[in-house]
T-cell receptor, first 116, second 114 residues
Framework: GENVEQHPSTLSVQEGDSAVIKCTYS??????FPWYKQELGKGPQLIID?????GEKKDQRIAVTLNKTAKHFSLHITETQPEDSAVYFCAASPMNYGGSQGNLIFGKGTKLSVKP | NAGVTQTPKFQVLKTGQSMTLQCAQD?????MYWYRQDPGMGLRLIYYSASEGTTDKGEVPNGYNVSRLNKREFSLRLESAAPSQTSVYFC?????????????FGEGSRLTVL
């Protein structure tokens, strides 16, 4: 089955700096890679996702890159702000699979702290 | 729209007691999920229901049971709670298992077993 590893587990940056979180996956059949943000006391919320037919996707200050050959994908946050402080989770799953293969496998999370 | 609603938000149990966590979604989603979140362990899937009338085990199903009551509701039951089940539980839903679309989470239920 799929295994997703996420690094680092904690990350502290100064406001305005960039933050990068990296994930690796094991199952070459995985082709959907979402990122979730979890604020304190709340449930995770999707912030961006990428499918394997593209190598990069951007949404304002957030970007995700995917290297299918190396089986890793990364989240990039530029011009960080204090409100970016949260726990971020990467995940992987194969698309269009029935049964358990379609379920998301999550990384263990990265706690990002943005210092004003 | 309320999205995914979980109850209760907090619960304290004694070892051996039973309880049911309730979850309802109003987005007409077919698939529903129960996860647990523990420090340093991320989100681990307990059980899921790909569609009304079906349920399947996830990564950590031992000690839990589920019921997909109808399309909207998916409950998680602890028959005999153990301290190892102290955790934050999240219910989630998405359109279908195959859609690989956004997973919508509830706000979580914090359970402490003494």
């Amino acid at each position: 089955g799929e295994n997703v590893e996420q690094h680092p587990s904690t990350l502290s940056v100064q406001e305005g700096d960039s933050a990068v979180i990296k994930c690796t996956y094991s199952d070459s059949a995985s082709n959907y890679f979402p990122w979730y943000k979890q604020e304190l006391g709340k449930g995770p919320q999707l912030i961006i996702d990428i499918r394997s037919n593209v190598g990069e996707k951007k949404d304002q200050r957030i970007a995700v890159t995917l290297n299918k050959t190396a089986k890793h994908f990364s989240l990039h946050i530029t011009e960080t702000q204090p409100e970016d402080s949260a726990v971020y989770f990467c995940a992987a799953s194969p698309m269009n699979y029935g049964g358990s293969q379609g379920n998301l496998i999550f990384g263990k999370g990265t706690k990002l702290s943005v210092k004003p | 729209n309320a999205g995914v609603t979980q109850t209760p938000k907090f619960q304290v149990l004694k070892t051996g007691q039973s309880m049911t966590l309730q979850c309802a979604q109003d987005m007409n989603h077919n698939s529903m999920y129960w996860y647990r979140q523990d420090p340093g362990m991320g989100l681990r899937l307990i059980y899921y229901s790909a569609s009304e009338g079906t349920t399947d085990k996830g990564e950590v199903p031992n000690g839990y049971n589920v019921s997909r009551l109808n399309k909207r509701e998916f409950s998680l039951r602890l028959e005999s709670a153990a301290p190892s089940q102290t955790s934050v539980y999240f219910c989630a839903s998405r359109l279908t298992v195959e859609s690989a679309g956004e997973l919508f989470f509830g706000e979580g239920s914090r359970l402490t077993v003494l």
